[in-house]
């Protein structure tokens, strides 16, 4: 077996003896460890992909006998996050009793059923299509992974003679075969005519490598998976330079991101004609060096080999033929090059689907790319959440390196296209898409609420992330940004949430971030203007220089971040004829808009003036399929920034009481008798852009508890 060697070069040893050694004994636990260990480096498996198992002897609940069970990683789980509860249990026996009723490859689908008749832990993860073939061979641990150094070997065209040659025979090798019972029965008949290998190489696919223990199965697969990165590395180069060399060069890392800033949302708009999108772009060197050289144009059409990354990039990227000295604020000109593009990336893929077909296919799919390669820029990938997006990215960049070793080292051949599909529209895949939860109102949304470090914009935000939107934290405030965004990514997920230091009075500060939201996300779909302050005075107290505070952060800044949202809401606007994205722009103003009370000329006024910006444009950007409503609150007390800066004190004045008993007061004027809180105001805010509102523009939504004198009709 394998030599237990602990320098790696080109994987990550992980292993740590003395957490090992606290979970001696339990074999599930050394399971889960060394899954974790296997998932947290990406040179070994992708999010998502991959699989580990383990055989040990349990007492049968019904029989009070000792018998083999196997524990093995279950359907859509991932190794890196990998917990007990993941996992599906099998009796042994039972399932390899499964071959005497095999019908053969024809009806290996309907297997999959039968495994339920397996299962020993009736509260286990539902088993995966891959449990035979951890099942059929005899191992107590296997390692099922796809790292980019093994497949750039089995997706090389002479793959088999380089493992042989390579491994002198201690690794087996399997041709390609879609994953399901046929293919464990493969694995099995390998090691059956390869006594005492030490892995199987699956043609196009991945690796399989085990051990008697779990630290065996561990340093077997670090060190086959070592080798083969070796020896690419030593090849790299031998045949020529890498990718036949650069073609075009990288634009500066700022000059990148400002392109790509300056053209996701169009990408957007075109990916969003089935549903909407949120993309994901990654510009590192890896990326670069192949989209920038002489192979792309060769190599990009093949597609990819393994089936966990076309089943997550689509076959083959969209490449674009823009140039990096392309006018990008020339916005019909460029959505007039690329649509071009697009449609006949739709049109291919059509005729990929019409031709690969079976009578009982599922129906296609959404045509569009989800991986668009920008030369000289980056990599954008499109899907239907963010996780999904930036995984696709990773998997295609795991492509890239795959192509990068299989050229070195032979010639990288694809899978045929009749096999890809037989994966993409299996009709088990397609079973798995239809168990998936049906998605949250706020899914492929994109949500840029000012303010939301805290009080009303942080409720708003937090409602719109909950229901399923991405949204960016912002404020003028750092220490508000990093624990809110904290707060978000620890509830919500890392995915969902990107943050960015915003001042909504500086046109340099709202043109970064409007960026920062489109290249963590790939464009911005609802905008909330909540940033704001609160001063009350006299008309004789109050301060030009106080005046012009307020009408710089409550008018001009509601004004300047509107503008700019507006230009990226446009561009991701389909051409004449076809249905655009649209946007929601909600202004949060007051009840102080409408109603006239003392010490508020300055506050009051502000308000009326972003009331009737609101109305202005809610009239100019109807034909965009942009929507503009308002919101008007009123005191709002609980965890509110308004209450800052002598608020409190300034209404407390002038209705005659004191600032504790404000509260009450509030509540006792209004119609309910309700004290209004952030969530209040939150929930709102979702109403107009739950999708229920559409066709509805240029409204306003008291949230006051029924203010008599508010009331607008």
Not at 18 to 34: C, T, W
Not at 51 to 62: G, Y
Not at 510 to 538: C, E, H, Q, Y
């Amino acid at each position: 077996m394998a030599t237990e060697t602990k320098t790696f070069k080109h994987v990550s040893y992980l292993w740590d003896d003395a957490k090992a050694a606290e979970l001696a004994g339990d074999e599930v636990a050394l399971l889960i460890y060394r899954s974790n260990l296997l998932g947290a480096d990406l040179r070994l498996t992708n999010y998502g992909g991959g699989n580990t198992s383990c055989k040990a002897i349990a007492k049968d609940p019904l029989t009070g006998e000792e018998t083999e069970i196997m524990w093995v990683k279950g359907s859509g789980g991932d190794l890196g996050t990998l917990r007990r509860s993941g996992l599906a249990a099998l009796y042994v026996d039972k399932l390899r009793s499964l071959k005497n009723v095999y019908r053969g490859l024809e009806h290996e689908d309907e297997m999959v059923e039968l495994f339920n008749h397996c299962i020993y832990d009736l509260n286990s993860k539902a088993p995966s299509i891959d449990t035979p073939l951890h099942g059929f061979l005899p191992f107590r641990h296997i390692d099922h992974l796809h790292p980019d150094a093994a497949i750039a070997i089995a997706a090389a065209k002479d793959g088999k003679k380089i493992i042989e040659e390579l491994f002198g025979g201690t690794i087996g090798w399997v041709p390609w075969q879609k994953p399901g019972f046929e293919l464990g029965l493969m694995l099995k008949q390998c090691l059956d005519e390869n006594p005492g290998i030490r892995g199987i190489m699956l043609g196009s696919h991945g690796l399989f490598t085990w051990g008697n223990t779990a630290y065996e199965s561990y340093i077997n697969t670090l060190e086959v998976i070592e080798k083969c990165a070796e020896y690419i590395d030593q090849n790299l180069g031998k045949k020529g330079p890498v990718f036949g060399g650069e073609k075009i060069q990288a634009l500066p890392k700022e000059e990148r991101s400002q392109k790509a800033a300056a053209l996701a949302p169009l990408l957007r708009g075109f990916c969003s004609s089935h549903i909407k999108m949120i993309g994901h772009f990654t510009d590192d060197d890896r990326v670069l060096q192949y989209i920038n050289s002489n192979d792309l144009e060769r190599l990009a059409p093949l597609g990819t080999s393994c089936p966990d990354h076309f089943l997550r990039t689509k076959i083959s990227p969209l490449v674009l033929n823009i140039s990096t000295d392309e006018n990008l604020d020339d916005i019909a000109a460029v959505k007039e090059k690329i649509a071009p593009l697009f449609e006949d990336y739709r049109n291919l893929y059509a005729d990929y689907y019409d031709t690969c077909k079976h009578p009982d296919s599922p129906a296609m799919r959404d045509p569009n790319p989800v991986i668009i390669i920008y030369p000289g820029v980056g990599m954008f990938a499109f899907a239907k959440d963010k996780q999904t997006a930036r995984v696709a990215a990773e998997f295609y960049t795991n492509a890239i390196n795959v192509m990068r070793g299989a050229e070195a080292i032979s010639e990288y051949t694809s899978l045929p296209r009749q096999e890809a599909f037989n994966i993409e529209y299996w009709l088990l895949e397609e079973a798995k898409l239809q168990r998936m939860p049906k998605p949250k109102p706020l899914s492929g949304r994109i949500a840029l609420v000012t303010g939301s470090g805290g009080g009303i914009g942080k409720a708003i935000a937090r409602k719109f992330a909950q229901e399923g939107a991405c949204v960016i934290i912002n404020d003028i405030n750092q220490e508000r940004i990093d624990a809110t965004t904290e707060e978000f990514q620890k509830a919500f997920g890392k995915d969902t949430t990107a943050s960015v230091t915003l001042n909504v009075t500086d046109a340099g500060s709202i043109a970064a971030a409007v960026d920062a939201t489109v290249l963590a996300f790939g464009g911005v779909d609802i905008v909330v203007n909540n940033a704001g302050i609160s001063i009350s005075k006299s008309i004789t107290d109050h301060s030009v220089e106080e005046w012009d505070r307020l009408y710089d952060i409550l008018v001009k800044g509601q004004f300047m971040v509107s503008k700019a949202a507006v230009a990226v809401m446009r561009k991701q606007n389909l051409p004449a004829g076809q249905t655009g994205i649209g946007g929601d722009i909600i202004n949060i103003v007051s009840k102080n808009s409408i109603v006239a009370g003392p010490n508020n000329a300055g506050y009051g006024s502000a308000k009326a003036a972003q009331a009737h910006l609101s109305r202005l444009l809610a009239a100019e950007l109807g034909g965009d399929r942009i929507r503009v409503n308002t919101v008007n609150p009123d005191a709002v007390i609980s965890d509110s920034n308004i209450w800052a800066g002598g608020w409190a004190e300034g209404r407390a004045k002038a209705y005659g009481i004191t600032v504790e008993e404000l509260p009450a007061y509030y509540a006792k004027r209004t119609l309910m008798n309700e004290i209004i809180l952030p969530d209040d105001i939150a929930n709102a805010c979702f109403v107009f852009v739950s999708g229920l509102l559409n066709k509805s523009t240029g409204n306003i939504l008291n949230v006051d508890g029924g203010v008599a004198q508010a009331f607008v009709r």
